[in-house]
């Protein structure tokens, strides 16, 4: 099965910015949606952002609307989400998950029980 590892987590200030990446354990393979989601502590796992493999649909959860942007190069590997004016609120473990068993080239889900794969995490911490 492949593997998912993020990077680029760290401490910032609040209205910094930091980008976050999502790799795979092979040079490249098909799936159908690609999404992160976030936890925070004593919270319950939310959607952030998620891209289709067409590159077409890319939804993303309210709070994060015009500041949050999810993208990839050519080679769709590896993905990235770009955060912009972080807010102390963004402080979470955010994880990176694939849907590679099912679904539409065309239309991203946004529900967690869709993924079937899912990384470890990379801690953000936004300071006010």
């Known amino acids: 099965q492949v593997q998912l590892v993020e990077s680029g987590g760290g401490l910032v200030q609040a209205g910094d910015s930091l980008r976050l990446s999502c790799g795979t354990s092979?040079?490249?393979?098909?799936?159908?949606?690609l999404a992160w989601f976030r936890q925070a502590p004593g919270k319950e796992r939310e959607f952030v952002a998620a891209?289709?493999?067409?590159?077409?649909?890319?939804p993303s959860a309210d709070s994060v609307k015009g500041r949050f942007t999810i993208s990839r190069d050519n080679a769709k590997n590896p993905v990235y989400l770009q955060m912009n004016s972080l807010k102390p609120e963004d402080t979470a473990v955010y994880y990176c998950?694939?849907?590679?068993?099912?679904?539409?080239?065309?239309?991203?889900?946004?529900?967690?029980?869709?993924?079937?794969?899912w990384g470890h995490g990379t801690q953000v911490t936004v300071s006010s």
């Open positions: 891209i289709s493999w067409s590159g077409g649909h890319t």
């Open positions: 092979r040079l490249s393979f098909h799936y159908y949606s």
């Open positions: 998950a694939v849907r590679d068993n099912r679904g539409s080239d065309y239309a991203a889900s946004t529900r967690a029980t869709d993924y079937n794969v």
